[in-house]
């Protein structure tokens, strides 16, 4: 697992983007994992204006979504179908029929969740899976307890994280719905490359666990330590828990260029 404290989220978020930038300029046709939150919304604006200045193109991409809410209207706004359209797919050059997600709305859950994980493996498996990452330590939404092995399937969200994305639906928990589908921490897992960014004092716990601590179902991002190609991208606040700081910062600074993130 690789390391990077950034100055800023921004300059974070900068990295993220040019590690996309570089896959689709060796593989247009790349498979993106795609990830709504805040997190992430720094490598969005930073691809968006890439893609505006004809640097990095989305045409023959595809893209799959990490997780969705179970039951909102279709036409609901943090829907994560509408969120990652207005975040980062409508502002590039995505096919939107390139990019899927868990449907929400499916009248059998369990059998939209194994037609989601066929389709995913149909494309060739996730080249690159962007993840931010909740303050209880879960990734996609997979909350703690989460089966370390686990594959597309629905969840119910804790308190903690209805209250932390409470701020999207007017600040009132009870608008929040109990129940997503998320990909799996097994599905994840099953992506090539994995890039992880966090910013804040909120997440420093959560990112000293998932870079530090025990692998635990207890902090779901902890699996992981298992991957062979993990990048986390950090700013100051969220590094302000690490142990390790003044390695991850020199071997950073040390690495060849050619290796690239
Ligand atoms: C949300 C999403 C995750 C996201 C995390 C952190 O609930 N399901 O994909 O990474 O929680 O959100 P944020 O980036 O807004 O802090």
Redesign the pocket.
């Known amino acids: 697992m690789e390391i990077v404290i950034c100055p800023t989220a921004s300059e974070a978020g900068k990295l993220g983007a040019a590690a996309i930038a570089a896959l689709l300029q060796r593989q247009p046709e790349a498979v993106l994992g795609l ?5 992430p919304l720094h490598i969005y604006d930073e691809l968006a204006a890439r893609c505006q200045a004809g640097e990095v193109s989305f045409a023959q991409a595809k893209g799959f979504s ?2 969705e809410y179970v039951g909102l209207p279709s036409d609901h706004p943090e829907t994560y179908h509408n969120v990652i359209r207005r975040d980062f797919v409508h502002r590039v050059d995505f096919d939107d029929s390139g990019v899927h997600g868990p449907d929400g709305l499916a009248a059998d859950i369990p059998a939209f969740c194994a037609s989601y994980e066929e389709a995913i493996a149909a494309t060739g498996g996730v080249d690159l899976q962007i ?4 303050t209880d330590g ?4 997979n909350e703690p307890g989460s089966s370390l092995a686990s594959r597309t399937r629905i969840k119910t969200l804790t308190k903690q ?1 209805r209250i ?2 409470a701020r999207f639906f007017g600040g009132d928990i009870d608008q929040v719905p109990t129940h997503c589908i998320t990909q799996g921490l097994g599905t994840i897992m099953a992506a090539r490359h994995v890039v992880l960014v966090a910013s804040g004092t909120a997440k420093a716990e959560a990112v000293h666990q998932l870079a530090e601590g025990p692998v635990s179902a207890l902090w779901p991002a902890t699996i992981l330590q298992h991957h062979p190609h993990v990048t986390v991208l950090l700013d100051e606040a969220a590094a302000g828990r690490l142990q390790l700081t003044g390695y991850y910062r020199e071997t950073y600074a040390s690495k060849p260029a050619w290796q690239g993130l």
């Not at 990830?35 to 997190?39: C, E, H, K, P, V």
């Not at 993840?131 to 909740?134: A, E, N, P, Y």
């Open positions: 990830a709504t939150g805040s997190s990490l997780d993840l931010g990452i909740g879960h990734i996609g939404f994280t932390d994305n």
